[in-house]
Nanobody, 119 residues
Framework: QVQLVESGGGFVQAGGSLRLSCAAS????????MGWYRQAPGKQRELVAI???????NYADSVKGRFTISRDNAKNTVYLQMNSLKPEDTAVYYC?????????????WGQGTQVTVYS
């Protein structure tokens, strides 16, 4: 099993910044992808950004140029730097980890951290 502990959510005015962190522990061998999803009230959970163990990244179009994902493999931690925040970024943000246990990938989720952007 993989345990995920998130931190860094909160309230911020539009145009401001927040940095989310997610530390993984437990069965951390063979962790491949780490990333962030979000879910706003009444909406489906959606990908925000993801980064592979090799450093390849993928972002939702809505956050490109504003958010930056990074990871510290030595600390098994993934970060999401969120700049130029907008009210539509308000959501619960969930850390995600994909761990390869052949022949499949097991998904793990954090408990979620609330991000609220007010205008």
């Amino acid at each position: 099993q993989v345990q995920l502990v998130e931190s860094g959510g909160g309230f911020v005015q539009a145009g401001g910044s927040l940095r989310l962190s997610c530390a993984a522990s437990g069965s951390i061998l063979s962790i491949n992808a780490m990333g962030w999803y979000r879910q706003a009230p009444g909406k489906q959970r959606e990908l925000v950004a993801i980064i592979t163990s090799g450093g390849s990244t993928n972002y939702a179009d809505s956050v490109k140029g504003r958010f930056t994902i990074s990871r510290d493999n030595a600390k098994n931690t993934v970060y999401l730097q969120m700049n130029s925040l907008k009210p539509e970024d308000t959501a619960v943000y969930y850390c995600y980890v994909g761990r390869t246990v052949l022949p499949r990938v097991n998904d793990y989720w954090g408990q979620g951290t609330q991000v609220t952007v007010y205008s």
